[in-house]
């Protein structure tokens, strides 16, 4: 019986090797606002500086460099919702390797563009399916169709010893211990990666994954003991939503992984704004995980060092507005309700002027029967300049007599209103 896999350290150096034809170690810098906010010596791994914005071009160039020349006369494939494909169109324009490029339907038209630039005329995109694993799965068609070498995100050797130049570059760097990594886990390449390296160079290290709560396959893994695929998941982190990760990443994660935490999208969106006002800093939904985790941990990581991989910025500029949204709806700034007001004259008059309170706002007011203004139902939103005045304007709306449904806590019902 063969052994299992697990990534040496022989392999990861080499991978080190073969990417300095392509790239110089991303920084490593401190956070002043972070560090103060948690007392800790907050670590910045900036691969949302990478060439082509996210690590994901580790592991892409190494598995692309193994081919050998028959290989790559045959072209390849890939399924990406985004910086993997980036990754490999990097690399067949720098092979000169022709590929075919499997993505969702539903990725942000930025990444899309962005993969036709660095393929440079290599790369064919192909848009299928609404989710990473149903374009996933028509890459692998393809290959077995048109005899094509496929490229996998996540789940190869190859790939997550690239990826775990992200951990073996940390180290390189660092003078004093590290107590606490946290990485963003998608399929799991780079937190198996990196966490291997670190279990083998710096094993007290605590490696925390952090998954999108809508799409945290690997926990789900965790608590089952084998790799399991989710029926439904959030999208919204794209780079990080997968509905089944990987059974080799599966099996170095249980390793290496001291815990998971799951992260409310909402958290996320928190998180990317804070970092752009704060720090200019521009990140992806992904991108922002490993930094949304912090508040979860910070009685345990007070007074300690602690890095955070920042993954990618692939964001694209139009998703700022539901962004905020989310951000609000997480905060306690954001309400929705439908208001069924009472049928007399003034009602509307009635609920601006004494349900609302002094600094809330009307963001949002639909009527929801068009032939019948005074006795239908409105749907309402309400911007709150302070989540804790929430209490004071549902008591309000009780006094004056105002029958409401409130959304925000009827997921159904809310996506079917608002969207």
Do not use: W
């Not at 990417?19 to 800790?40: F, V």
């Not at 700022?320 to 954001?334: D, F, N, T, V």
């Amino acid at each position: 019986m063969s052994k299992p896999y697990f990534p040496s350290l022989e392999e990861i150096q080499k991978a080190e090797e073969t990417l300095k034809e392509i790239l110089i170690p991303t920084p490593l810098s401190k956070n002043r606002h972070l560090s103060d906010k948690y007392e800790a010596n907050i670590l910045f791994k900036r691969e949302d500086l990478q060439v082509v914005r996210s690590y994901k071009i580790r592991g892409a160039y190494n598995k692309m460099r193994s081919l050998n020349s028959e290989e790559m006369e045959r072209g390849i494939a890939c399924a990406s919702a985004g910086n993997h494909a980036q990754g490999v169109a990097f690399s067949c324009n720098m092979l000169k390797v022709n590929g075919q490029i499997f993505m969702p339907v539903t990725t942000p038209k930025q990444k899309i563009n962005q993969v036709k630039m660095f393929g440079n005329g290599f790369v064919e995109i192909i848009l299928v399916g609404d989710t990473f694993d149903q374009a996933n799965t028509a890459a692998i068609e393809a290959c077995e169709k048109n005899n094509l070498v496929f490229i996998p995100p996540f789940n190869d050797p190859k790939i997550i010893e690239g990826q775990a130049t992200v951990g073996l570059e940390i180290l390189n760097e660092v003078k004093e211990h590290i107590d606490y990594v946290f990485v963003p886990i998608g399929g799991g390449g780079l937190a198996s990666g990196l966490g291997s390296y670190f279990k083998m160079m710096s094993p007290n290290t605590k490696i925390i994954g952090v998954e999108p709560a809508g799409a945290a396959s690997m926990k789900a893994a965790f608590d089952n003991g084998k790799v399991v695929e989710l029926k439904e998941i959030n999208k919204f982190v794209d780079g990080a939503a997968v509905q089944k990760v990987g059974e080799i990443t599966f099996e170095v994660c249980r390793q290496v992984i001291d815990e998971i935490i799951p992260v409310p999208e909402g958290k996320v969106c928190s998180t990317i704004l804070n970092l752009y006002n704060y720090d200019a800093i521009v990140v992806e939904p992904a991108g922002a995980l490993s930094i949304s985790a912090l508040s979860f941990y910070k009685e345990e990581i007070k007074g300690k060092n602690v890095v955070c991989v920042i993954s990618g910025s692939n964001n694209d500029i139009t998703r700022m507005e539901e962004i905020k949204e989310r951000s609000m709806l997480y905060e306690g700034h954001k309400h929705y309700f439908v208001v069924r007001f009472p049928q007399r004259a003034g009602a509307l008059q009635n609920f601006v002027n004494n349900a609302l309170g002094e600094n809330d706002d009307i963001t949002f007011f639909e009527y929801k029967k068009k032939n019948n203004r005074e006795k239908g139902p409105a749907l309402i939103g309400v911007e709150l300049q302070n989540p804790k005045d929430f209490e004071g304007l549902k008591e309000r709306m009780e006094e004056q007599g105002i029958v409401y449904q409130y959304l925000n806590d009827d997921p159904i019902l809310f996506e079917f209103l608002i969207g």
